[in-house]
């Protein structure tokens, strides 16, 4: 699903306006669809209080609380002390409510909160117009809001924050725990330093033209159900082991031996035809009993001190494998000789980072940083908007993909290209998680997806294994090892 910008939406809307729909309507469309939803979703509610800015998202607003009326839920509406220069469709459904005499309307100095969970909180101050930070009345209303325990639902995109770039630090955003959009995600909506203010986001379709839609340009793009399912492959029937490819996973060193083991199931359970590790002596009895699936190739005592090349293989090095110095000559002398994509992780990219040996790293290989190994491969940045600019210009420059793990990991395509994810949980927020994510992605390529679909799949499949693992097993308490398991689960929804 394409993410589009905020003048990128704007001339969707205009579009849509243009070849059928009055904006009035198209308005109506969309408070229809956010109050239904509430109706709908949160049938505890009795009571909303609703604060309308000047512009369209104001005017969502003022149709909302009507609707809701209407639907025999008590009104109270909010706007600014002073005259009102409302947006001309804003202004429509402000005489309409007014005419309402059961509605009540108030400025925003009056609010009063009614730490009261019946009670829910609408935010319509501003959308995608934005243009500048909250301040004066309208940022000390949303500040009150934010410390209120009400229930608090933003109207297509928390006010106070941009769709597509930061907002300034200690800058005021209103705090959603629900945020109702229209039609698209936002960039922002999947940045940490911005994102964490929706709560659960839903799309609400309003049926902008596809057309448009389907023309537009954009370089960023969420990884949807459909998208996943496009990318997919079922298991062929006239198959062998040969068929799915050879992972070979690299890492372990005395006392993480625990990272490559993990690597080596995952990509088991995601399918690959024939799996080796290549780990340390100390770690044969462990591997050889805890998976007996995986061959073992010996590639040191304590620690990795030499890297077998074998051929049409993929590799995953990374995961648990150290610094040691004959680790890191290892490591140099197999990406000198090897010019086949590999995926590297951990250990392997924090050696690349510190000897300044990026170049190593053959065209069309994956790597799957955090944002600490990240920074450590290519530069701090100073936040996650900057640092995904710096992974398009690196992806491009190295002509790899770059992982970007996070709560929504991006996967950046050398054509500049980013997919964010949108399963997973911070329940995986626990050592292990990314070595599960590698053995998945190496499975893949080696069952011959193409780098950039390993990427997008495997990130997707690692989420929602997340997400199974944290309904049955809470988000505390589920492990790395759960992810593993629960593939399973995730395989049988792709190939429903
Ligand atoms: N026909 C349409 O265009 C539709 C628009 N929709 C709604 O309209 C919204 C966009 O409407 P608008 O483009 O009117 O934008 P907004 O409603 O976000 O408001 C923009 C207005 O607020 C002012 N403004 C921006 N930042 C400010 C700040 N910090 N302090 C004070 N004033 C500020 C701007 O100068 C402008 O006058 C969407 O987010 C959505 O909610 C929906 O109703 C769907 C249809
Ligand atoms: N809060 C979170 N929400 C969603 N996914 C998360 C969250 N925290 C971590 N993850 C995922 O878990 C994995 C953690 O990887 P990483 O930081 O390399 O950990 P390790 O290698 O130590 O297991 C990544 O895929 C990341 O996207
Ligand atoms: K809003």
Known sequence: MKILS???????????????????????????ACASWIVNNMKNIKKVQVFCGKGNNGGDGFAVARLLYEKAIDVEVYIDRGKQDFSEDAKINYKKIRKNSGIVFKYFSKFLPDNNENSLIIDALFGYGLNRNLSGRVKAVVDQLNSSRQPKLAIDIPSGLYADKMTDDNSTVFKADITLTF?????????????????????????????????????FFVADRQMIRSIYRPRADFSNKGTFGKSILVGGSYGKMGSVLMSTLAALRTGSGLTFTMAPDCGYGILQSQVPEAMFVNSGDNYIDKLEIQEKSVYGIGPGLGKEKLTQQA?????????????????????????????????????????????????????????????????????????????HTAVVTP????????????????GGSGDVLTGIITSLISQKYEPESACILGVWLHGMAGDLAAEQFSKEAMLPTDLIHKIADVFKLLSK
């Not at 990128?8 to 308005?27: A, F, N, P, V």
């Not at 999947?190 to 370089?219: N, S, V, Y």
Request: charge should be neutral; glycine fraction near 6%.
């Open 331 to 407: 490591l140099f002398d197999f990406l000198k000789s090897y010019k086949n994509p590999v995926v590297l992780d951990a250990d392997a990219l924090n050696i690349l980072a510190e000897s300044k040996k990026q170049n190593l790293i053959p065209e069309n290989s994956v790597i799957t940083p955090h944002p600490l190994e990240f920074g450590r491969l290519f530069g701090k940045t100073h936040d996650s908007f900057e640092r995904l600019d710096l992974a398009k210009k690196k992806a491009k420059e190295h002509q790899i993909f770059i992982v970007l793990k996070d709560h």
């Open 183 to 219: 039609q698209f995600y936002k960039r922002s909506f999947m940045h940490p330093e911005t994102g964490r203010f929706c709560g659960t986001i839903e799309l609400l379709d309003i049926g902008l033209d596809q057309q448009f839609i389907d023309d537009a340009k954009t370089d």
């Open 415 to 430: 054509q500049g290209q980013v997919f964010y994810n949108i399963t997973g949980n911070s329940g995986m927020a626990k």
């Open 6 to 32: 905020a003048p990128q939406i704007k001339e969707c809307d205009q579009t849509t306006i243009r070849t059928g729909i009055s904006s009035i309507q198209l308005m109506e469309k969309a408070a229809n």
